[in-house]
């Protein structure tokens, strides 16, 4: 017979937590501007706030840390000592002063720009693990290290909403249309807006190109790769990389071409690979000048001929797939083609953002709110990308069996942020108590020391 043991359930005198990895966050927190710079920030109508906007902030970005989104879950928190005093909370914030002093902000667009400034220098200043990607330049030995810049739009849905700005997006249902920018190959995020749903994608993203080049390039020195798909192929965006000495990699939209006409071009001009019978790859490139770039550029051919299925049943009428790339970069054809794969990582990270932080639905019914909010969820999302980072430069993870090279977010809230322990205040000293066999201290006390 199976016997479950029967338990008796009290209360305790204990001070107890289940987020003790939140003095992570406080420590980051600690080593930016951020308090100075909202406490500094005016806005209409608030001369003197009884609660301060660098408090609202904090507390909302805790809650974020932990992969809590919405406005109300900030009540639980607010006679909770340890939530304060991990992060630095003079006074706590309610649901509904956060939601005012969100509404109050938002419009001017200061906070925003607050957020990504500071965002940026933390990265530098700590030296954020940054792996760039080697590439072999033709006729050259030695490869040159470039750091990717992946900008990329991700619908978030909010169908069934009357939120301001939510419209049918491109993969057919309601609400909005985010730009994001990511740096490096663990993806930390440089730049983010919010556009409505029904915004084309090209739409002032020259604009977005310019400014998360410049707040990538405040965290690192290393040449950068900016990588884009066929929704942003326009002469602004190359004009812009090229005016700048950006080097890009940029799908070319073949738009109305006939994929037959370049089938016939890469025959005549390109190599071919046969991969197995009935499937052929051309591959080739050559440099062109269209009139409507200040300078010319590589035009990278990728052309696939399929005339059987791989069990050899025959085609009535070939098929023919087109990867036609543009990009400043002198490397072989293969490895444009596998670059460019590799730019599809940035929809792991756009998932991170829109279920992990629960940002997809957006908290607010207004537009410029849910534009500070999900600025806000760009620079929790570099926060815990960051711990997670550092965590993977020493092997005592209790799970970890083989080399990692990037941890989610939601392993990083699970096994980080949302630790037990007891809380403890004595002669002025904070301490905190771990169980004796709590199996991510050591983890934990590694970071804490290395971020002090």
């Not at 660098?54 to 006679?79: M, T």
């Not at 990270?349 to 537009?367: A, M, N, V």
């Given at each position: 017979?199976?016997?479950?043991?029967?338990?008796?359930?009290?209360?305790?005198?204990?001070?107890?937590?289940?987020?003790?990895?939140?003095?992570?966050?406080?420590?980051?927190?600690?080593?930016?501007?951020?308090?100075?710079?909202?406490?500094?920030?005016?806005?209409?109508?608030?001369?003197?706030?009884?609660?301060?906007?660098?408090?609202?902030?904090?507390?909302?970005?805790?809650?974020?840390?932990?992969?809590?989104?919405?406005?109300?879950?900030?009540?639980?928190?607010?006679?909770?000592?340890?939530?304060?005093?991990?992060?630095?909370?003079?006074?706590?914030?309610?649901?509904?002063?956060?939601?005012?002093?969100?509404?109050?902000?938002?419009?001017?667009?200061?906070?925003?720009?607050?957020?990504?400034?500071?965002?940026?220098?933390?990265?530098?200043?700590?030296?954020?693990?940054?792996?760039?990607?080697?590439?072999?330049?033709?006729?050259?030995?030695?490869?040159?290290?470039?750091?990717?810049?992946?900008?990329?739009?991700?619908?978030?849905?909010?169908?069934?909403?009357?939120?301001?700005?939510?419209?049918?997006?491109?993969?057919?249902?309601?609400?909005y249309s985010p730009f994001f920018g990511y740096l490096g190959q663990e993806g930390y995020c440089v730049n983010v807006a919010l556009r409505e749903g029904k915004t084309n994608v090209q739409k002032h993203a020259d604009d977005f190109i310019d400014m998360a080049v410049r707040y990538a390039k405040r965290v690192t020195d290393t040449p950068l790769l900016l990588r884009m798909d066929g929704g942003n192929d326009a002469a602004d965006n190359i004009n812009y990389c090229l005016d700048h000495n950006v080097d890009f990699l940029i799908k070319r939209n073949p738009r109305k071409e006939s994929p037959e006409k370049w089938l016939a071009f890469a025959k005549r001009e390109g190599r071919s690979i046969e991969e197995r019978a009935g499937k052929t790859v051309y591959w080739g490139s050559e440099t062109v000048h269209p009139e409507r770039f200040i300078k010319p550029v590589q035009l990278v051919y990728h052309v696939t001929e399929r005339t059987a299925e791989r069990d050899g049943q025959l085609l009535l009428v070939p098929e023919i797939?087109?990867?036609?790339?543009?990009?400043?970069?002198?490397?072989?054809?293969?490895?444009?083609?596998?670059?460019?794969?590799?730019?599809?990582?940035?929809?792991?990270?756009?998932?991170?953002?829109?279920?992990?932080?629960?940002?997809?639905?957006?908290?607010?019914?207004?537009?410029?709110?849910?534009?500070?909010?999900?600025?806000?969820?760009?620079?929790?999302?570099n926060l815990l990308r960051l711990i997670g980072q550092i965590a993977l430069t020493e092997p005592d993870a209790p799970t970890k069996k083989k080399k990692v090279f990037r941890q989610r977010i939601r392993t990083v809230i699970q096994d980080l942020m949302l630790i037990s322990a007891r809380f403890v205040t004595h002669a002025r000293t904070l301490k905190l108590c771990f169980g004796r066999w709590s199996p991510w201290f050591p983890q934990l006390h590694r970071i804490y020391r290395q971020l002090s």
């Open positions: 017979m199976f016997m479950v043991a029967k338990f008796t359930l009290e209360t305790s005198s204990d001070y107890l937590t289940s987020r003790a990895g939140l003095i992570l966050v406080g420590k980051l927190l600690a080593e930016t501007k951020l308090f100075g710079r909202l406490n500094r920030s005016v806005i209409d109508n608030i001369k003197v706030p009884l609660i301060s906007n660098a408090d609202n902030v904090v507390a909302y970005l805790g809650l974020l840390c932990q992969g809590k989104s919405d406005f109300d879950h900030i009540e639980p928190f607010r006679q909770d000592r340890f939530f304060a005093k991990a992060l630095g909370i003079r006074k706590m914030t309610s649901a509904p002063t956060l939601r005012q002093r969100f509404d109050q902000a938002a419009p001017c667009g200061q906070w925003q720009r607050v957020l990504l400034e500071e965002s940026a220098d933390l990265l530098k200043k700590f030296h954020a693990p940054l792996s760039p990607i080697p590439i072999h330049r033709k006729k050259e030995e030695t490869p040159v290290s470039y750091m990717p810049l992946d900008l990329d739009v991700s619908p978030f849905d909010n169908s069934g909403t009357q939120k301001e700005g939510v419209s049918r997006t491109y993969k057919g249902f309601d609400g797939e087109l990867n036609l790339f543009w990009t400043t970069l002198t490397c072989e054809e293969e490895q444009i083609l596998a670059l460019y794969k590799d730019h599809a990582t940035s929809e792991q990270f756009h998932s991170e953002i829109k279920s992990e932080l629960d940002l997809e639905r957006l908290p607010s019914g207004k537009f410029d709110t849910n534009d500070l909010v999900l600025h806000l969820g760009a620079f929790a999302y």
